[in-house]
């Protein structure tokens, strides 16, 4: 048996063109992400979520029910999600006593979960608290990494290379 036997072709135009999206390419696609809001999840993180969807709005999925997930102790439901909107990236938001406002942000490759920071929120200010005009959809923030630790130490590294 040959190994384009085993290659399941697609027998509509629709399975195609969906197998077509997915095919690796010489340039990649704008990475999507999804945010989720865990089970307790504040205010304040709620506001968080709704800021960052609002600035990477065309390549973000808000999921607005809450969540009973804990990423750290099991992934299969944030792969699973990953699996069904097609996201790469992802933001996962809740509180409790022992982490106030709790934010972990991941990466996914091939939908299993590549490596994930946790970091907590202490002063936020809202998008809408800012008193401007609105920022057009798409428009990409400018962000500013001060301090030599963006180069030497593997976490903050790390931890840049997420945020961009």
Known sequence: MD????VVRPKTKRAKRFLEKREPKLNENTKNA????????????????????????PF??????????????????LEFFSKKSDCSLFLFGSHNKKRPNNLIIGRMFDY??????????????????????KCPEGTKPMLIFAGDMFDVNEEYRRLKSLLI
């Open 112 to 133: 299993h979960v590549l490596d994930m920071i946790e970091l907590g929120v202490e002063k936020f200010v809202s998008l809408k608290d800012i008193k401007n005009s």
């Open 34 to 57: 999804m945010l989720i809001r865990g089970g307790n999840a504040n205010l304040t993180v709620t506001e968080v979520l709704k800021d960052v969807y609002a600035v990477k709005k």
């Open 60 to 77: 973000a999925v808000l999921y607005k029910r809450k969540n009973i997930t804990r990423p750290f102790e099991d992934q299969t439901s």
């Open 3 to 6: 190994a384009l036997d085993r």
